[in-house]
């Protein structure tokens, strides 16, 4: 008896039952406008994204469907890039300026902006990297890799404070969250072509390059798991180390990802052990958080004690 396939073996309205959209958000509208024009173009009832983008904001945008919304707090808190675009109100020089960013890399502070989404009360970000791009005059182009949930507004408006001049974001576009790049971004006319293609003339490729598997959105450790451990795992069982197969690098109290060996995502959850002591000892590998797959999607092996 066969059961289970691999993510890319999915029909396209398996795709979207468990999809993963890469947009390219436009300039104008909020990233829930966003999220709702994808539900009407798809005729879904659930959607959401990972990360809200202010209206005037554009970039990558991803956009989980259906039962795939489950894993969006993963990417969530996936590591973010953005081209910057800064405006002093006064000229600064350049080896005073870069020197300044340097000490914005690392922890910092913030407090949200005025007009945000969440508690105003200080916070501890980590800004990864802030590469200058190009400097003309008062007007300064940066790239800055940071942790989620950084405000690039509110770096910009300290980095100014810090240079005694004040500074502003002009532009901004966000280019990477967690490991999808720009690249891959499409856009809502792309999606709504696409969709029309496969509807009315029964071209899949299109709306394939547009919903992808949830699975291409998971850049946490990966565990793969015997057939015989799949369906006690849907029903919230943790994972044992008998069940395991193999494993990425992993460390215990690390979040992992935990996959059939079609490379299907299971379920999320919690290592209590590292992958070399899943592999050589016994007892709890896994604890389950959070279930991606339905109940009885493979055989029923296990028994309740």
Known sequence: MKYGKPPEER????????????????SGPTAHEVVAWVKKILNIKKAGHSGTLDPHVTGVLPVATQKATRVLKLMLESDKEYICAMRFHKPVPEKKLREICKEFTGKIYQKPPVKSAVKRKLRVKEVKNIEILEIEERNVLMRVSCEAGTY?????????????????????RRTKVGHLWEENVITLQDLLDAYIFWKEE????????????????????RIWIRDTAVDAVCHGAKLMTIGVKKCEEIQSGERVAVMTLKNELVALGKALMSSREMLEQEGVAVTTERVLMERGTYPKIWKIS
Do not use: F, Q
């Open 152 to 172: 690039i507004r509110k770096l910009c408006y300290d980095i100014g404070e810090a240079l005694g001049v004040g500074a502003n974001m002009e532009n901004l």
């Open 11 to 26: 029909t396209v309205e398996e795709l979207i039952e468990k999809g993963l959209i890469v947009l390219d958000k436009p």
């Open 202 to 221: 029964g071209m899949e490729s299109e709306i394939r390059r547009c919903v992808h598997p949830i699975e291409e959105g998971i850049n946490i450790p």
